[in-house]
């Protein structure tokens, strides 16, 4: 099995799993009269840590699986996700952020764009809700909650992804400082 | 390489996103019997039993946080409903006042009415102080010289005979209790018209004696007494004539003059709303 084939073996199962666990249990626990959503958070993680294209094919499957599986209008978390995979993956291309705090405000971040976006986009396409003081206290918990449960849902991804990646050069680097003590074998005496 | 590695992420990016335009036009465009909406079906018959399994595998998690959402809201929603338990018992006791201070004035129009004492000034007053001892036997009201009151003037309620006005300042007299042990009213049997004199009945607190009754035969219990409207002594109060005081509950002795007792017409416990005669003549 190649290495492209690998990862995008193990980005199918995250985003079925995370699609599923999404729909079976995480939507019927609400806080507040919000609950909270899987999808964005992982599909930024997995962009963070794959890469703009992979993030974007991997949002556009996870959005359209979404589309789905809820009867939504097709297409439109698609072409939400397709965005928040390829922004993830560009901020670590362009930035490389290296802070804790990294994937909480990318969660954040994640979550207010696609909330926001779909909001937008239908009623763009006519839905007749009302955008009312309720939707904007709603998505607003609904961030506030995602934030909550980034942290610990990007270290998942990120076990379960980083076993399949190829090297990087920064995490060769640690490595190597880890285990020699932060000196090259060639200084070593 | 870089140039072309550029492009290609581009590319892709643009391929997806007209895509999920196309999606969203043809979504948006097709009926509910469209091929996209067939696809959708399909896809839903398909998902829904590992839907479904998921949920039943995920069963104790759904009711331990449906079990803390309960208990929150539980918590919550007692809160809320203490606090409207709260006002509505506060308008209902607001209202019942309202009720029963409408009663007693009504009471006291009906008796102001009966006895004719349209005449005799009637000011309207409450209660401010209950007797704070047994041995007292007198209240405080919220009017006094300000208003007419003097010193004697009788007072009443919607029930009867009250007592009568022992001390006055500005803006409030105290009223001595026709069941204290100083006051003698006059009174005749409404019945038979057999005069008595009403005191307190010593040891007895809920009841009143009538007492110089020239003829006890001609009072038997059950017998309303009112007042007489005479004065008793120089300097003693005149009620008007015809004011409640109680009913005979046990008919005077044989021995002349008898005594009997009466049960009194007011609760002194609960006197509510009050009027002052200010305009009694005076013998």
Redesign the interface.
């Known amino acids: 099995m190649t290495e492209t084939t690998h990862v995008g073996a193990r980005l199918a199962g995250l985003g079925f799993v995370a699609v ?2 999404q ?3 995480i939507s ?3 806080v507040l009269g919000v609950s909270a959503d899987l999808a964005p958070l992982v599909v930024a993680g997995a962009g963070f840590l794959t890469g ?2 992979s993030g ?2 991997f ?2 499957c996870v ?2 699986f979404l ?3 809820s ?1 939504h ?4 978390s ?2 939400l996700y ?2 928040v995979g ?1 922004g993830a993956g560009r901020v670590r291309e362009l930035r490389a952020p290296e802070a804790p705090i990294t994937p909480l405000a990318l969660g954040a971040a994640a979550t207010a764009f696609a909330t926001c976006g779909y909001a937008v ?1 239908q009623f763009l ?1 006519g839905d007749s809700a009302p955008i009312s003081l309720l939707l904007v206290r709603g998505i607003v918990v609904e961030i506030v909650l995602n934030c909550v449960i980034a942290v610990p849902v990007y270290a998942i991804v990120r076990r379960w992804l980083v076993p399949a990646l190829p090297d990087d050069p920064r995490r060769r680097r640690r490595r190597r400082a880890y285990t020699t003590g932060g000196l090259s074998p060639l200084s070593r005496p | 390489m870089h140039d072309k590695t550029v492009r ?2 581009r590319a ?2 643009a391929l ?2 007209v ?10 465009g097709s009926s509910g019997t469209g091929p ?1 909406r067939a ?2 079906n399909g ?2 018959d398909v ?1 829904s039993p ?2 479904s399994g ?2 039943k595998v ?1 069963t104790p ?2 009711d331990l ?1 449906n079990w803390i ?1 309960d208990i929150t809201n539980a918590s919550s929603q007692r809160d809320k409903l203490q606090k409207e338990y709260d006002r509505a018992q506060a308008k209902l006791v607001a209202e019942q006042a309202l009720l029963r201070r409408a009663h007693e004035l009504k009471g006291l129009a009906s008796i102001d009415s009966s006895a004719g004492l349209a005449a005799d000034g009637p000011v309207s007053a409450s209660v401010d102080a209950y007797p704070n001892s047994l041995l007292v036997q007198n209240v405080t009201i919220d009017v006094g010289a300000g208003a007419g009151v003097a010193y004697g003037d009788p007072v009443i309620n919607d029930a009867g005979l009250v007592g009568t006005v022992s001390s006055v300042a500005a803006d409030a007299s105290v009223v001595t209790l026709i069941d204290d042990n100083s006051a003698k009213e006059p009174a005749i049997d409404n019945t038979s018209g057999e005069f008595g004199i009403v005191t307190a009945d010593q040891g007895n607190p809920n009841e009143l004696a009538l007492t110089d009754v020239q003829h006890p035969d001609r009072v038997a219990a059950g017998d309303f007494i009112v007042t007489a409207g005479g004065a008793i002594t120089g300097g003693a109060s005149h009620y008007p004539a015809n004011i409640p005081i109680g009913v005979v509950s046990s008919a005077p002795t044989d021995t002349s003059p008898g005594s009997g007792t009466i049960t009194p017409a007011v609760d002194f416990g609960a006197l509510g709303q009050l009027q002052v005669l200010t305009k009694v003549p005076r013998g």
């Open positions: 599923l666990l729909l079976a249990s019927q626990i609400h703009a294209v974007a094919v949002g556009f959005g359209l589309d789905l599986a009867a209008t097709l297409g439109v698609a072409l397709v965005v390829y986009i396409l | 290609r992420r892709v990016l997806l996103v895509l999920s335009l196309i999606l969203i036009s043809a979504s948006f996209l696809v959708q896809f839903l998902l590992i839907e998921a949920n995920l998690v759904h946080t959402d």
